[in-house]
């Protein structure tokens, strides 16, 4: 299967822990690495790098590992779990994240929006 390789990294602020924004890169990223990122002045901090899963949602938004999904009401969390998975948030029962892309609504992300985790 081939698929579109991306990854985003979040941004924190150093000065009081809050999120800041995403930046996103691909695999031909210079071979730097990818902590040569400016961080605005030493103002925000990379917290962690998250992959594209390669599946979208029904209005063709992309999931990446950590974005937040809703399922028929059904809050998800996305996953690696040796294959792409939604981790329901009430139950933490897992399903495969393919099997739910065609009735599944992007709705934010763990960084942006950690209140949608309760």
Request: charged residues 25%; hydrophobic residues 30%.
């Amino acid at each position: 299967m081939e698929r579109e390789i991306l990854f985003r990294s979040a941004h924190y602020f150093t000065s009081n822990g809050l999120f800041s924004h995403f930046s996103y890169w691909g695999i031909n990223y210079p071979e730097k690495g990818i902590n040569t990122y400016p961080s605005q002045n030493n103002k925000t901090e990379i917290r962690c790098h998250e992959q594209f899963t390669g599946l979208t949602d029904k209005v063709n938004c992309k999931y990446f590992d950590g974005c937040i999904g809703n399922y028929f009401n059904c809050k998800f969390v996305v996953v690696w779990d040796n294959g792409w998975y939604a981790e329901f948030i009430e139950t933490k029962k897992k399903r495969n994240l393919a099997d739910l892309c065609d009735d599944s609504v992007h709705i934010g992300n763990i960084h942006d929006n950690p209140e949608l985790l309760k």
